[in-house]
């Protein structure tokens, strides 16, 4: 066993793929710290403008949430002391609960411990070995991890491709239980998915939709999601949801009818089998969403200046893929030009991440940039930035 372990890890190295943290002090906000190592017990702070993170509005700096979040511990303490089911209860989460679902305009909704726990929940208890789960390519992990663990005939299409999706659900066609689950927003390339065809698609074959609407919660839809901005929020079946990413905190959400939500606290074995959210990280949700509520036009305020400095980068030649949101990946194909572009933006200034295969297709390699609400003020930094990596030939 340990042979096998050393021998994986040699073969991680080889390969580039061994994955390290990044030396970062402090990472969530408008600016990253990392301490450089000078020798001699010196060490030198360097600050750069945070175009990396998930924090896309910045709400975690927000004085009203971070109160709203501090206050909970002082009055609850630090820890909820157990699974949901049997003492991890109390009124903040039934609140956050219930102003989700009328924020989501749903009947009921249920909060997990994180995206992943939230995905790992719905597919294992929704589906089983009689299932056909029809899912795009580039749907996040926690997907593909729900889905394997449930047993079900897991079908993958084409990313965003209908004609694809169309021929296997009709391939498949007599599969008793079909569902189609997506991404609104795909993390590495900033697109968003085909919502009304693939409805249509669902209506057509008797299937239930299932959406992850980690990046657009917050964002599009005043706050709402894709499936809201695309004016389809009644056709989705289950609309999955995160307060780790625009919302500024941790944990997820499932927003559905009362009989899905009752099904999902009675099977959802992460759910069940968890130590619920403690009341700093309950707290939190609930300021971030009342904030969104009552500032809704942020997430338009967002994307607008993601459309601005998407099209400047255009312009300068730089290939931004389907890019149509907060998430702007820079393709620049091989691992070696994505790292020394890293590299020459850091010199400026400016963390972006570097993202290389497996996680996006080999030749693809990026930077993904993500814009932020509070680093606006330092755009022309940033695209003045790009222009010079971009006489530099890189
Ligand atoms: C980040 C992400 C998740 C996981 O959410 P966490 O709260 O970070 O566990 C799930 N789905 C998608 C599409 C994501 O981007």
Redesign the pocket.
Known sequence: MRDKIKKKLNELRENSLFRVMPEISEGAGKYISVEINKGFGKTEVRKYINMAS?NYLGLSEIQEIKRASADAVLELGTTSGASRIVTGNYNLYDELERVTAEFKQTEASLVFN??????VAVFSALADRNTAVFSDKL??A??IDGILLSGAKHIRYRHNDIDDLAALLEKHKDEKDKIIAT?T???MDGDVCRLRAIVELAEAYGAMTIV?E??ASGIFGRGRGYAHEAGLEKRVDIH?G????AFGS???YVAADRDIIDYLRNKGRSFIYSTSLPPAVVAANLAALKYVKNHHDIGYRLLDAADDIRRQLQVMGFDTGDSVTQIIPVILGTNERVLMAKEFLMEKGIYVGAIRPPTVPVNTARLRMTVRLDVLDETERILDAFRTLKAAGI
């Open positions: 998930n994180s995206g992943y726990a939230a995905n749907n996040h926690s997907i991404d927003i795909f993390s992850d980690a990046h999955m995160t307060f780790s990413k941790f944990g997820a």
